[in-house]
């Protein structure tokens, strides 16, 4: 079955008892239990709820994974699966990746004795010297934000696999229409289900899948225990979006590819960040590794003062955190998504003052490069 197809049919095949084409919502806390001991398998909704089940589904099939496990958001997902480790544990983190992974590990999970280091993974080396006897997890996005730098899930799964330890890749911005990590070698994959997946900016969600089943039966006595899983409602409206992923993936890449093609020539753009480029500096990787280059570009406009200029004169592109919406966005991330890390290790890595994170939508994208154009201009 092709991607496209477990996209709309698994997890999402009719009701049996009315025959209803949607998965119904079970908009319901408990469960009517027939006798002490005896129940349908459903006891309580932290722990149970069949539209939950039917996402949880849909999207393990999507990534290739043996379960999924659906939380209330992309940080309470990262945060379960912080949980499979005990104090003391090394864990290896990409340098450049979202403000909130890095405010996490730092501010909250270095406080229970996990200990991470940062380093740069367009290197694989820098990995495997990164390596110690306690490292139990290295964690990667790919494409990271907000600098598009590219992983090759398959080399630093073998860096991991070598050390013994967990590899775990956030997908968010690829999607599973775009990258398959599990089949790259990665253990665990990550999204927040707010954007792509969810995909029209009405929604807050987060999901882990893997292709272990150990790693599957501890996810889910973490999400069961702590608790921090979605509503009904939310999964339903996932349900929904997963129909429509791989042809909004498509149009996001397309306008994005334009949209990016003109920027990289504009001479009031001094540098363009997007995979699909080929002056990209991984663009050879990102071909092998992605099916299509994601709706996602970051412009270097030179200082706040252009940025500001930009995002004020921009019409279409709505400024806003978050992605991935059917409708364009634009973000500054140092104001907004990156806050959170420190202004030397930002501008080290390029997320400056001057950096505009642009997600292209699904618009028309003669007029989405009218928009950029004039605010550039």
Request: proline content about 5%; hydrophobic content about 40%; overall charge negative.
């Amino acid at each position: 079955m092709k991607f496209a197809t477990k996209a709309i049919h698994v997890g999402q095949e009719p009701e049996k008892l009315t025959g209803a084409v949607t998965v119904p919502l079970f908009q319901t806390s408990t469960y009517a239990q027939h006798e002490i001991g005896r129940h349908t398998g459903f006891e309580y909704a932290r722990t149970q709820n069949p539209t939950r089940f039917a996402w949880e589904d849909n999207l393990a099939a999507m990534e290739g994974g043996v379960d999924a496990f659906a939380f209330g958001s992309g940080l309470a997902a990262i945060d379960a699966l912080m949980r499979l480790l005990s104090s003391g544990d090394h864990v290896i983190m990409a340098e450049d990746m979202y403000g909130g992974t890095f405010r996490l590990a730092e501010r909250i999970l270095r406080r229970f004795g996990l200990d991470f280091s940062y380093v740069d993974m367009r290197d694989p080396a820098n990995v495997a010297n990164a390596v110690r006897p306690n490292t139990r997890m290295i964690y990667t996005e790919t494409p990271t934000n907000p600098m598009m730098t590219i992983t090759d899930i398959t080399a630093i799964s073998a860096v991991a696999k070598d050390a013994g330890c967990m590899m775990v890749v956030d997908n968010t911005f690829a999607t599973p229409y775009a990258q398959r990590p599990l089949e790259l070698g990665a253990n665990i994959v990550v999204h927040s289900a707010t954007k792509y997946l969810g995909g029209h900016s009405d929604l807050v969600s987060g999901i882990v899948t893997t292709n272990d089943e150990a790693l599957a039966e501890q996810l889910g006595f973490i999400q069961n225990a702590a608790g921090a899983v979605p509503g009904p409602f939310d999964c339903w409206l996932l349900l929904r979006s997963a129909k429509t992923l791989a042809v909004r993936m498509d149009r996001h890449s397309s306008n994005a590819q334009r949209i990016a093609e003109f920027c990289a020539q504009h001479p009031r753009i001094l540098a363009t960040h997007y995979p699909g480029l080929p002056g990209h500096p991984q663009h050879e990787l990102a071909k092998r590794q992605m099916s299509v280059f994601g709706g996602m570009i970051s412009i270097e406009l030179g200082s706040l003062e252009r940025a500001v200029a930009v995002t004020n004169k921009l019409k279409l592109f709505t400024l806003a955190e978050s992605l991935g919406g059917v409708e364009s966005l634009v973000c500054h991330p140092v104001s907004m998504t990156h806050g959170s890390i420190p202004k030397e290790q930002r501008e080290r890595l390029g997320v400056t003052d001057g950096l505009v994170r642009l997600s292209c939508g699904i618009e028309d994208v003669e007029d989405l490069l009218a928009d950029v154009k004039q605010a550039v201009e």
